[in-house]
T-cell receptor
């Protein structure tokens, strides 16, 4: 059973471009979470999704950021018009419906905005 | 909102010694979890302790939880060089939003 997969692992964007980060949860997991980690910091919650449904987006910036988890395919975290302050590591985690307490993390996508 | 905070921030020990890290939080929780992160990698779940539990063991790991003091400790016994990593505590208030601390950097010297 493959773990949580994220791609790309590294992403470089210039200011004003769009960044799309993908996350494929573990097989059988129906819940996806996105976290952001700034250098030398802990992870900060961004959004919690189930298939076709956003459960909690209280950690998402109000502008430029959006997330989806479609019926088919990976979850997508989209950042429009990136700025240098968006440079961070973005981690996705997933959990099964039967064991929502434990979240399994992917390797992360490191976004660098030039 | 909850905020795990680890103490101390950095720890350097000899292989074979024990390593102890502490974490404090501010509000009520359902459970507290510890994760390990190797440099530049993702997080690995180590252990979860529920609010009605006081102590839990997993291999060389021992976690305690004191809800009256809103604190937890992680003990790694007989440390190995491979234990070198950052260790984070994360609290869950029941809404599946994990609140992480800033992490403890542990270096185990062979």
């Amino acid at each position: 059973n493959a773990g949580v997969m994220q791609n790309p692992r590294h992403l470089v964007r210039r200011r004003g471009q769009e960044a799309r980060l993908r996350c494929s949860p573990m097989k059988g997991h129906s819940h996806v979470y996105w976290y952001r980690q700034l250098p030398e910091e802990g992870l900060k919650f961004m959004v919690y999704l189930q298939k076709e449904n956003i459960i909690d987006e209280s950690g998402m910036p109000k502008e430029r950021f959006s997330a989806e988890f479609p019926k088919e395919g990976p979850s997508i975290l989209r950042i429009q018009q990136v700025v240098r302050g968006d440079s961070a590591a973005y981690f996705c985690a997933s959990s099964p419906l039967s064991e929502q307490e434990t979240q399994y993390f992917g390797p992360g996508t490191r976004l660098l905005v030039l | 909102s909850q905020q795990g905070e680890e103490d101390p921030q950095a720890l350097s020990i000899q292989e074979g010694e024990n390593a102890t890290m502490n974490c404090s939080y501010k509000t009520s929780i359902n459970n507290l979890q510890w994760y390990r992160q190797n440099s530049g990698r993702g997080l690995v779940h180590l252990i979860l302790i529920r609010s009605n539990e006081r102590e839990k063991h997993s291999g060389r790991l021992r976690v305690t939880l004191d809800t009256s003091k809103k604190s937890s400790s992680l003990l790694i016994t007989a440390s190995r060089a491979a234990d070198t990593a950052s260790y984070f505590c994360a609290t869950d208030g029941g809404n599946n939003r994990l609140a992480f601390g800033k992490g403890n950097q542990v270096v185990v010297i062979p």
